[in-house]
C-alpha cells in the first residue's frame, strides 16, 4: 500500500500560480524524485499531498481516499479537523529544518505523536520509538535534546519520528540541505534503507548523485509544470 495518484492539480497564492496541472501517480514502493529549480513548486506539491495545503482544482488521493474530503452522494465534503489530522499521519513528512520539539529528548520527539494520537500506550511507544532509533543508527542519544545533536543526527531522529506513525508515504522536502556537506551522507544512508525496504518515497532535493541512484522514477517540476518525467537516465542523461 502508499499509492498517491495527483490529478490535474493547481494551485496559486494570490496572483502567484504555483502549481498548473500537475498529475503525478506513485505506486506503492516506488521512490519517485522531484526536481527543478527553486520555486517552481516542489515544496507545494508535497504539502498538497498530505493536505497541508488545500488545492485550486484537481484532487490528491492515497490509496483511493482523499486526505482533507471524503464523498458522500456523489459529492465531496470537508473533513473536520481531527480527521484530516488523523488521515494526515498516512503521508509522513520530514522538513527541510528538522522541525523538532526542542524541549523534548530524542525519544520523546518520536513517542510523542503516537501517544497524543492514542495509537499505543506510553511503554509500548517508547519500545518502539527505541527500536526507530536504532533503525537510524541514534539508540544511544534516546535521552539527548535536539541542541545536543548534530544536524544529521536531528533529522534522523526526525525521520524516526515519521516513521513512529507508520505512514503509508513518507515525503521528504530536501532533507540534506540544512546539513554540513559531511553530515549529508548520513541522512541519506538511512534514506536509501527505507527505499530498499519497499516504503513509498517521494523526495524532493538538489542532490542529484543521490536521486539518481535512488529514484525509480524523476519528476522535473518547471514553473509549477511537469516538464520530464521518466527514469533517472531518461531525465538525467540528455544529449
Ligand atoms: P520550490 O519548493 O520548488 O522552491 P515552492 O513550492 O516553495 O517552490 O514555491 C513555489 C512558488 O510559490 C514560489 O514563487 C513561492 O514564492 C510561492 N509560495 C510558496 N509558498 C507560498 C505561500 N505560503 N504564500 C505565497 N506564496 C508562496
Ligand atoms: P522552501 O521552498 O525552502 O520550503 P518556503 O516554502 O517556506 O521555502 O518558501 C518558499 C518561498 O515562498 C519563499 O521565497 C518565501 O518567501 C515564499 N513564501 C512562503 N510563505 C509565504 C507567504 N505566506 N506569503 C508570501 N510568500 C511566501
Redesign the pocket.
Known sequence: LGQVVVENVWKS??Q?L?LRGVSLTVDPGEVVGII??????????L?TINHLETVDRGSVTVDGTYIGYERKGGRLHELPERDVLKRRTEVGLVFQNFNLFPHLTALQNVTEAPVDLGRVAKTQARIEALQLLERVGLADHAGHYPRQLSGGEQQRVAIARALALHPKVLLF?EPTSALDPELVGEVEDVIRDLAHEGTTLII?THEIGFVREISDRIVF?DH?EVLEEGTPEQVLDHP
Open positions: 497564492y494570490g502567484t504555483v527543478g529549480p527553486s520555486g517552481s513548486g516542489k515544496s507545494t506539491l504539502r522536502d524532493v517540476l509549477g
